[in-house]
């Protein structure tokens, strides 16, 4: 099994805030655009379209800010580093995350 860069090492869903626009692309509602899927910003919450979307805005959200870390939304068991480019498994909150 490949080895986890710093970024995605024990990362869990208790890892990331509370969604900003939980069940839409921020962006391409703005635009009113359409995505395929979500993705979610573990340093703001940002939830932007994914990769196979037009707008990309999940990809564009990292060039802006620089946040490296993003996950499926909904929730799904995986998530993405995009400085390093390697996918990650989701692990459950500890009890002092939750």
């Keep these: 099994m490949a080895k986890l860069c710093e970024h995605l ?3 869990t869903s ?8 939980p ?3 921020e962006e391409c509602l703005v635009e009113g655009t359409f995505w395929v899927a979500l993705r979610e910003c573990q340093a703001c919450g940002h939830v ?7 707008g990309k805005h999940a990809t564009k959200h990292f060039h802006d800010t620089h946040h490296p870390v993003m996950r499926a939304l909904p929730p799904a068991n995986w998530t993405w580093c995009y400085l390093h480019e390697i996918t990650g498994s989701l692990g459950q909150p500890t009890a002092a995350q939750k």
């Design 48 to 54: 932007g379209c994914c990769d196979s979307s037009t």
């Design 14 to 21: 208790g890892d990331f805030p509370l969604q900003r626009t």
């Design 9 to 11: 090492e024990g990362v």
């Design 23 to 25: 069940n839409a692309c």
